[in-house]
């Protein structure tokens, strides 16, 4: 939904971890309101995403938000990134007061790795650093099985209750795995 940056030295809020700042991502929730959504991107050089979202009730006490993205890079190398993504929220609130909300995601990125392009010093000028001669900027200097590969799952569940208008308390847990495949 949206980023939230809280800069500088955050420890009086958060603890002492947060000496540079703090950002919140706060996710899209599932709302009874219907909605849906669309989003097709192209880009050079070969870049490419589409996206596609959508929300409403599920009955009087049930709603949900489901999206599902992917994302496609290639560099002027010929190096190519990718990323799928699928998340889903399903909310119960079963009085004005009390509010469930369930959340699970899953996100897959792919990655073929770019060493770089080899450079030397130049003996003449000290600090200026060059190609070597003959270096060719399309050639890849890394095995084209040189890859990451990166998938992530989250599950998380909270439970809202209203005290008054602007007066809540808020329970949340959530795990998050991942696994990095080089």
Do not use: C
């Not at 309101?33 to 050079?44: D, I, N």
């Not at 792919?110 to 650093?129: A, C, L, M, S």
């Amino acid at each position: 939904d949206r980023i939230e940056v809280l800069r500088g030295p955050a420890s009086v809020l958060y603890g002492f971890g947060a000496v540079g700042g703090v950002v919140n991502l706060i996710r899209k929730r599932a709302s009874a309101t219907p909605g849906y959504e669309l989003e097709v991107g192209l880009g050079t050089p070969g870049q490419y995403r589409a996206r596609a979202g959508a929300q409403g009730p599920i009955g009087d006490t049930l709603s949900y938000r489901a999206d599902i993205g992917y994302t496609s890079y290639e560099n002027f190398r010929g190096y190519e990134s990718q990323r799928s993504q699928v998340a889903t929220t399903v909310r119960y609130q079963p009085t004005r007061r009390s509010t469930f909300n369930a959340r699970f995601a899953y996100s897959f990125d792919h990655y073929n790795t770019d060493v770089g392009i080899p450079t030397i010093e130049d003996v003449n000028r000290p600090g200026k650093w060059t190609l070597p001669h003959g270096t060719r900027t399309s050639a890849r200097y890394s095995s084209s099985q040189d890859y990451f590969k990166y998938q992530r799952m989250e599950a998380a569940l909270d439970y809202r209750y209203d005290l008054a208008k602007a007066t809540y308390l808020e329970l949340r847990g959530a795990i998050t795995e991942d696994h990095y495949q080089y």
